[in-house]
């Protein structure tokens, strides 16, 4: 495999890790999404493994994430009609908000509303469906020098103190070495690592992190080497926050995917194709002769050309234009990792 940038790496793991998840076997109801987190952190991949029903019985709360008010009420709403303040828990915001989100999930067709005089009602359509089984988060590295390594390794320490995700890992590419060097890099033991090359490899185990626990989120942490001598600086992060983040986490990651990179870059450009690699599918410039990166393909680009307008006019190849086409075929590939909702 030739060398990669981070974002062309980051996109064949992804890949890999559809096919492939735990490594060695074939992948099995998993969604695979990349840069997604927190406020505070963000991680490269992330992997929602997910019951085999549970993201059957998702897909009829439709492709879209449900936020945090949208869950609080799909989670709560009760089987038959109640006035939303006896049926949902107390919010711990104004109950004004939860009205508007009772509407916003009855307009999305998830839930039922009426008004009883001047009181709003709720009844939901469908339980939702316990459909996570674990998150877990994937670094990449494909060029991890030590440099590299120094910088990821306090990023790591925060995800295993805070213990969102149940599992984490680096991933890496492969050397001609007989132990890889990222083995000897200063990394927390609990990390995993993978090497990925022809196949998923994972060199060092990581070990599964207490996610129903309270975790601790580091907020300031003194910088190595004993000159900086103050104090760290934390807070908790309470069981409750943890399971309704990590569902956030995992609502934006079944909307979104690995292959919204389109949105972010320009496929109407007559130089950007799609290209195959082994089994992988890349983005590739044809002015530079190799895979761009996300941040270079923009409208900025000096090689930016617009597709010609006849491109879109004549229905070559497929009406649109050949980027809308790239679109649309992503937005398949997308669509067949999700399963239909169940009769």
């Not at 930016?304 to 050949?322: D, L, S, V």
């Amino acid at each position: 495999m030739t060398a990669d940038s981070e974002f062309v790496f980051e996109l064949r793991v992804c890949q890999r890790i559809e096919r492939e998840w735990p490594p060695g076997s074939p992948a099995d109801s998993v969604v695979v999404a990349r840069q997604l987190g927190t406020r505070h952190r963000r991680w490269d991949t992330v992997v929602v493994e997910c019951d085999p029903g549970g993201l059957a019985a998702r897909a009829r709360f439709g492709q879209r994430a449900l936020d945090s008010d949208l869950l609080h009420v799909v989670r709560h709403a009760p089987a038959e009609w109640a006035w939303y303040r006896d049926a949902l828990p107390d919010p711990g915001y104004p109950w004004r908000y939860v009205r508007e989100a009772i509407h916003r999930a009855a307009d999305r067709g998830v839930v039922e509303a009426r008004t009883d005089g001047n009181r709003l009602h709720v009844r939901r359509r469908w339980p939702y469906p316990e459909w996570v089984d674990r998150i877990v988060a994937v670094e990449n590295k494909p060029d991890l020098d030590a440099s590299a390594a120094r910088d990821l390794a306090p990023q790591l320490s925060r995800d295993v103190a805070l213990a969102l995700a149940d599992e984490v890992w680096v991933a890496t590419v492969p050397t001609e070495r007989r132990i890889e060097p990222v083995l000897f890099e200063d990394l927390p033991v609990e990390a995993g690592v993978l090497v990925v090359g022809e196949a998923l490899e994972p060199v060092w185990h990581p070990r599964t992190l207490p996610v129903e626990d309270p975790g601790t989120r580091i907020v300031e942490n003194p910088s190595p080497g004993g000159a900086d001598r103050s104090a760290a600086r934390f807070e908790y992060a309470d069981p409750e926050w943890k399971a309704t983040k990590r569902l956030e986490i995992a609502e934006r990651a079944y909307e979104r995917g690995w292959r919204s990179f389109a949105g972010t870059m320009r496929p109407d450009c007559r130089h950007f194709e799609l290209r195959t690699d082994g089994r992988d599918i890349l983005p590739w410039c044809r002015a530079k002769d190799r895979n761009q990166s996300a941040r270079e393909c923009a409208g900025s680009c000096p090689a930016f050309e617009p597709e010609p307008p006849a491109w879109r006019t004549r229905g070559w190849p497929i009406e649109g234009g050949p980027g809308k086409a790239i679109e649309r075929l992503l937005e398949r590939r997308r669509a067949r990792r999700r399963p239909g909702p169940p009769d």
